[in-house]
């Protein structure tokens, strides 16, 4: 299948539609693809694009076939480092540093997207001298050295629960759960695929969702270090891979306790990991949590946006069937929205009707619309509902062309916060996020893996970056920047490609909120992997790389600039 289009001779000359909503100046279709020609008159004059294509999987809007299998290959490592090839464009000459990412490398027995045992991709941009080095390498896991040792899974992950065999079966895998937990406090997968936070000391923090599933790993050489265990009495075993970073460096995130519990903020020492309680919100359910995937940080307040999807402990330890992989959907119960005072001085609750999100795209404090007093904007990735979670399941995003993906948009949150005397402003009933931008199909209808100016977190700022659909696809299959001042988008869209998460790197100097690039992989039509540096005010493609070997899917990383320790 992976030379299907160099080896055959199928010709397909329909058309490639594009959302005529979407301005043609913002939108740039590209391809890389030598037996791709595009006719842009055609395009400019009737929204569509006549293709010579070879393989069958580029003919639509629809992220290939053979892009989907590379992702989801079990990962080589690639140590040492190789050299990878500049195809188009030029580098930057500012650019000089490495991409580090962080996500699942083998999906051997596993059902879901998050399932996959950790593995660490390494793309170092030299734009003095234009050379590109990459390598790639597992987490060493007591989750992933289990399964490469016995050929079984140690711990549940996501979806996939260990095998048990039978009623005797799951009782001894309750049984080993419940013990683990009590003796250790290791009943959790230690697989932390998520997310790589840069911490001081040349070091990065590979997080998931798990209390033990914390690695500092070497961001040059791409080391398991050692595991991040903590002796400091705070308790949860659920924590979230997004950490914040508050405005004096210390690291604000919390754990989960449960059941009879509830969330326990705490701000963290960056250098010695420390961490320290600054707030406590119980569960509203006592015997089934809320799942948090993100938060938001403003330069005083932490925001915790609690979507009605509830964990549903039977689900989890047992691996019973529910809607949402381990949890349920009660939108009756509403959205709660907490505001942390970043001191620990003050936690308020609201609430809001319901919604589902997985990332928050920033939030800011300004004076309230209205003239008196101060608010909060959480601007996030709203969705109707967490059906996005099962749209994630291997099975749909194999399947070709497979089911259109789960509508999120880019919305805005306003939560009243000081009176114009200054008097803190109690729980309130807010009004559902309101769209940012003017049209909503211009973007798709989604927006995930939101990206801003890292300059810009915490406080104003006009432009949002992320991936997005042109539809119909069931994968995220464009780049978007979308102008919150303006209220428009521009798309980046290439036939077949399945972009990753988009990092943006400031330019050094630069003045402008926009001044910079988006780094981020794509995974081509054909199958192989590749970088892309997208213009940050533009989002015109200004240099591409091949990677000599295939980067799995990928969640979240880090642009560490050289020089930076
Ligand atoms: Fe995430």
Redesign the pocket.
Known sequence: MKHQRASSTKNYAGPLSVPTSIPIHALHVRSPIRNIILKSTSFQSTHAVSQTVVSPYVASSYVSQEARQAVFRRAQEQVPEVDAALVSGQLPSWLRGSLLLNGCGDYRGMQHMFDGYACLTRIHLDGTTGRVTAGQRFLDSDAYRSFLNTGRMKYREFQTPVPADGPMGRAMVLLDTTLAWMSTGRAFTDNAS?SLTPLPGNRLLALSEARTAAYIVDPTTLDTVRQVEYDDGLPGDLTT??PKRAPDGSIINFTHSFPLGGVHVFRQDPISLARKQIAFIRDRNPVSPCWV??MAITTSHLVVVEPPLFINMNSLVLGESTPFVFMDWNPEAGTRVHVIALDGSRVVTHTAPPLFT??LVNAFERPCSSGTGTEICVDFSVYDDPEIINDLSLDRLKAFPGKDISPSRLRRLSIPLLYAAGRPVGPTSLAAPAPLLKDENAYGNFIEFPAINPRFCGKAYRYAYGTAAVRPTNLNNAFARHDLELGTSTLWHEPGALPAEPIFVPRPGGTSEDDGVLVATVTLADGQSAVVVLDGATLQERARVVLPFTVPYR??GTFLADGRT
Do not use: E, K, R
């Open positions: 998520v891979a997004h995937h993100d997985l990332h969640f979240h």
